[in-house]
């Protein structure tokens, strides 16, 4: 069979045929040469003689970015080369690939001495440099962490978030590309962490899992930039019409125009693609293999058995081997190899099938060629398609490309596969040769591998068919079965099958959370991936992995930079999840970016939430600047904090007595310390005083006259000059809002009652700490006596001053009590304009402080002066609670007004007894 296919592929001739070794190769040599130990650096900071195994080896120093970076042409201007995007290697026609990691493997494989050449000495290839050192310092510091993995990611959020900064007026595919980029960069760190983490503990369990979670996010971000830079193209070029090829036209040109036109095919191209590139990003290092491939000849073993048995010399039991080398004869005589070369043969035809995974074709033949097997690297040859140039004519003969046997090729690939003689794994190679889903299958274990084979082979049934329906095929593929021939894939019939499938382990990473974003986004479906995210966020348990929720949140962004229709209620849960995220994280500077991409209502309400936690004042400072950077509503989201706060108490008034005062509570120190978010602005300043008067009003009604003063102290002293002169700043002639203004004389009212509180006190405390007068026992010295006499003298004038303090204090407490109860304009607490929008809860308010504080402020002017014997004083308090320019009495309660009759009874009788009326007044003889 393997000498058909060399048959059919008409460039056979240029390779070259195996070279057979001389007899020194022995079994004995063989076996010593299998006991060497290489050893690969699997990343810049490996310490050598460490004793982990090696991870795959950098080939190339790192450079930033994908394996799928792609440059963009439109399609109107470039015809793809199709032959390239039908091998296993082939990549989508609308980009160009730079390989990061792999690229000079085929020059080495070249090389006499490639192995040297591939894995260079740390020194050769410059990874012993500073950054070494600095490397393992990470990973070892990382390591002390709880959670490595978290610890080593933390710097991820604020760098995404950068990177739309910075991308934000530029191509949004450069900032996905970014994305990827972080991600790859994360991922390698967190590798190194691996490298270094004890196997079994818990810390290597969670870094492990954590750089699955990155290495997934960020091949999706590579999907995402392939698939969707072909839609968008394909969106604008929908008016452009692509010509049919004619019957004439060669199998390279036909397949180029159905990747033009057809975007079913052109996309799942590119899913082959990128999930090439995730097998190579993780093809593993040589130094399992190394044995075969420094081999020149093929089955050596079994060749110096066959010829030591030719020896005269040579006697003992022979097992039955094969006795012809062509590439055929195992199958044809139907005996075995030698042990050592079966063993080789399967290592190297997995390892074949794993670079075909990889879309590897080339460093695959490269491969056979170097290990002997030629006649293998020509069967891996025969996919090109035939084109001949000179059919249009033209002036210089021009080369022949492709294969024109291709179908007899495909047809024998074919074969092999369905051949039960043959390796698993080289039927697998010929299987995604020929597009032989049943025997590509079995060879694939994960869910990256079987989306792969489904897709190759749905790319190549869409390609035979357009081929044999164009009827130019030059040889029919009446020998394939009909089924492949006349299958009708679809995108969605993919993922169909995949849950059909028997592989536990494919049907449990189905359902792994970026699989499942993968294949919504390879079906174009994002109402699906919307409803899966809603899902995911209604379960709540177990809570979604935080850089899933940042992924999921910049998708969304991403949604929207393309103006893509998208569901809005589940958009905002995931925003308002990630923004929670980010607050339990303390990422404070990226809050206010992800808050203002919500519903401007809900934007407030979800940023002042945050900032109520904030208690720092720079850091409060800091917040509002970024909210105003991030186009928030500022003044709103200010006044909703100082509003979400001062009502969480819902207790209603107490009744006033003269009892001491309540003390301040945690609670009450919240209220007082968030008036400061409104002082920080000028032009907040109304608003500031409307919710300090809103506080304070509930605090007098409390009796909590330490902390109103204390709220009344965070107004600045110029609030009042600030709100005329904002308002006059907007070019306002006429007066000020009757809102601002009822705030300014609500304020003044409540400082004209604070003063009046704050005089009593310091009156009270004054005439309750008299001076103390001195005392003599009745046995003291002479130079005691004379103490005593001067120490009387000193109390004397302390006396005088004592009551010339306690006068001033008192007469301080009646005018500031009196400004109180006669304030002007209407009286305390009552509102000068009436043209403003009904606050019920706010009139409500300032009738029950006029009933509970008026009453006590006549109580407490009676008070002092009848202590201070200004009886005839006392009565005048009659006459003002009585006044109907102010009508005090209707404030008062009828127990109330029995009391103050008492108290004004009580100076009366004290009148009298000093023979004057009982108005204080000279009795007139």
Known sequence: MSCCLLFVFHRCDELLSPVVRDTEVTRAARRRSTNKKVFFPSSPCEVSGASTTPARPQLLNRTPGSLLKHSFTPLIKRHPDVSAILSTGGKSPRYSQTPARLGNLSTNLDDSDWTNTLYLSPQQS????SSFTEDVTMSAVMLKEDDPGEAASFSMFPEFLQSYLRHSSSAIFDLIEEYETICEEQVGMLKKIVTRATPGQQKFSQTASMLWLLQQEMVTWRLLTSLYRDRIQSALEDDVMIDAAAPSESEKVIVENLFQRDSLVRQSQIVVDWLETIAKDEIGDFSDNIEFYAKSVYWENTLHTLKQRRTPSHA????????????????????????????????????????????????????????????????????????DPNISGGVELQPVEGNPHRCVWKTCCWRMAEDEQFNRYERAIYAALSGNLKQLLPVCDSWEDTVWAYFRVLVDTLVEQEICSSGTALHQLEELPREYLEANWTLERVFEELKATEKKRVLEETKEHYHVIQKFIILGDLDGLMEEFSDWLSHGKPALPSHLLRFMTHLILFFRSLGMQIKEEVSVDILKTYIQVLVNKKHTDLIAFYVSHLPADMAIAQYSEFLECVTETDQRKHCLELAKEAGLDVAAVTKTVVENIRKRDADDFSHHDLALDSGTSEEDLRKIDVIDWLVFDPSQRAEALKQSNAIMRKFLGSKKHEAAKEVFAKIPEDSMREIYKQWEAQGMDIPLPAEDQNAIREHLCIRAYLEAHEAFNEWFKHMNSPPQKPTLSSQAKFTETVAHEMKEKEYELDCRNWKGRLEALADDVRDRIYNVLLFVDGGWMVDVREDVEADPERSHQMTLLRRLCLPMMAFLLHSVLHSTEQHQECLRLADIVSSEQQKLYQVFSKEELRKFLRKLRESSLLLLDKDLDPLGYEIQS
């Open 126 to 129: 410059g990874l012993v440099d």
């Open 316 to 387: 003992g039991f022979s097992r039955p081997l094969v006795t012809e080398l062509d590439p055929d004869a195992p199958v044809r005589q139907k005996l075995p190899l030698a042990d050592l070369d079966r063993e080789d043969d399967i290592r190297m035809l997995k390892y074949l099938f794993t670079l075909i995974r990889a879309g590897m074709t080339e460093e695959a033949q490269r491969l056979c060629k170097r290990c002997g097997q030629a006649w293998r690297a020509a069967t891996l040859e025969g996919w090109k398609l035939y084109h």
